[in-house]
């Protein structure tokens, strides 16, 4: 069983920058994909940026050149880091991580972008 802990939310005015983090814990031998999706209430899960395990990034057009998705696989852990943020990117940020062939999902961490 893996377990994905995250951290890092929390309320932050528009045009601040936030930090998330997700570290993978638990019995697992290699870690593929990892992603941050985002969910409003009432809304779809989306998806904001992901990595594989090369390196390479994609991101949804809404966040692009503000946010930056990294890895650590020594640590098992990604990041997410979130610049020039707008009220439109409140949600709750999941972070979801492929290993040994399955998926798992992070419990999530509210981010709330407010004056």
């Known amino acids: 069983q893996v377990h994905l802990v995250e951290s890092g939310g929390g309320l932050v005015q528009p045009g601040g920058s936030l930090r998330l983090s997700c570290a993978a814990s638990?019995?697992?031998?290699?870690?593929?994909?990892m992603a941050w999706y985002r969910q409003v209430s009432g809304k779809q899960r989306e998806l904001v940026a992901l990595?594989?395990?090369?390196?390479?990034?994609n991101y949804a057009e809404p966040v692009k050149g503000r946010f930056t998705i990294s890895r650590d696989d020594a640590q098992n852990t990604v990041y997410l880091q979130m610049n020039s943020l707008k009220p439109e990117d409140t949600a709750v940020y999941y972070c979801?991580?492929?290993?040994?062939?399955?998926?798992?999902w992070g419990q999530g961490t509210q981010v709330t972008v407010s004056s």
């Open positions: 979801w991580v492929t290993a040994d062939y399955r998926s798992y």
């Open positions: 638990g019995r697992l031998s290699s870690i593929g994909t």
């Open positions: 990595i594989v395990s090369s390196g390479t990034t």
